[in-house]
Nanobody
Framework: VQLQASGGGLVQAGGSLRLSCAAS????????MAWFRQAPGKEREFVAA????????YYADSVKGRFAISRDSAKNTLDLQMNSLKSEDTAVYYC??????????????????WGQGTLVTVSS
């Protein structure tokens, strides 16, 4: 499976961006799809996840109410709508797919396919 992330860029605090991740190589409807991010000097952290097609969504507390994750299984795509962006949202955002159990949803090691990352910079 190959994942291609896009949509990053420079935005002012309070603005919005929409990230997309396109999967190719095989259907991914049976996988959990997620977004993680990594800021300079920090470890990769969980942002949001959506279980297999039609499944539940999960968010990090830091983005809850501001970000919305969605997937289109027919198109093999994953999106992240980011609103009310803050300077602390600045990071490289990665999409990943895997089959974590619920208790491991936020563990990046549970995901075995990753996109190349897209940089989001929020200026204050």
């Amino acid at each position: 499976v190959q994942l291609q992330a896009s949509g990053g860029g420079l935005v002012q605090a309070g603005g919005s961006l929409r990230l997309s991740c396109a999967a190719s190589g095989r259907p991914v409807s049976t996988y959990t799809m997620a977004w993680f991010r990594q800021a300079p000097g920090k470890e990769r952290e969980f942002v949001a996840a959506v279980r297999r097609s039609g499944g539940a969504t999960y968010y990090a507390d830091s983005v809850k109410g501001r970000f919305a994750i969605s997937r289109d299984s027919a198109k093999n795509t994953l999106d992240l709508q980011m609103n009310s962006l803050k300077s602390e949202d600045t990071a490289v955002y990665y999409c990943g797919i895997g089959n974590p159990i619920l208790s491991s949803m936020r563990d990046s090691q549970m995901y075995y396919y990753w996109g190349q990352g897209t940089l989001v910079t929020v200026s204050s």
